[in-house]
């Protein structure tokens, strides 16, 4: 069980109606650094929400995760399609959004932490959503992302986010 709380871990991450995280966030910290890595991510239906910021899927950053940290975030776009972001903390400051690209509704993409080692102690950033930039506000509805943690040397076939 220990192991769980301190690892990422594989599976559907939900945000349940009316919340901003998923699941049990504040344990997800590491204690040495990090080997570059690659996650799978499936957005379904659930996620389709008009907002206007980007929400985030998955990051890695310091304990203090607004003063340095590397994320990637969705902004529904309509049409059953998300662009995908890229976006960071450096020295406490936002650095604005990346656009990466495009993905369907339920399209398997991969996002690829490369620069790790930078963190040494951490926290792993799981799926937020604030609606429109208020964080009193979470979703409307239960949403739910699917993410799978791999090595980076794994074979992937289909879109590969970089930051």
Avoid: A
């Amino acid at each position: 069980m220990i192991h769980k709380l301190f690892t990422k871990n594989n599976g559907l991450y939900k945000i349940r109606k009316n919340m901003n995280f998923s699941g049990f966030w504040f344990f997800k910290v590491f204690f040495k650094r990090q080997k570059p890595f690659q996650v799978g991510v499936v957005m379904d239906k659930s996620c389709e929400v008009q907002t206007l910021g980007v929400q985030k899927i998955f990051g890695i950053g310091n304990l203090l995760h607004h003063k340095n940290s590397d994320r990637y975030g969705f902004i529904y776009e309509g049409n059953h399609k998300f662009g995908i972001y890229s976006y960071q903390y450096r020295n406490g400051k936002l650095i604005p959004w990346e656009k990466l690209g495009t993905v369907d509704t339920n399209e398997y993409f991969y996002i690829t932490f490369i620069n790790t080692n930078k963190y040494k102690i951490g926290r792993y950033l799981y799926p937020y959503f604030e609606q429109d930039g208020d964080d009193e506000k979470g979703v409307p509805h239960d949403m739910v992302i699917e993410l799978n943690f791999m090595s980076l040397n794994s074979m992937v076939h289909n879109q590969l986010f970089n930051m």
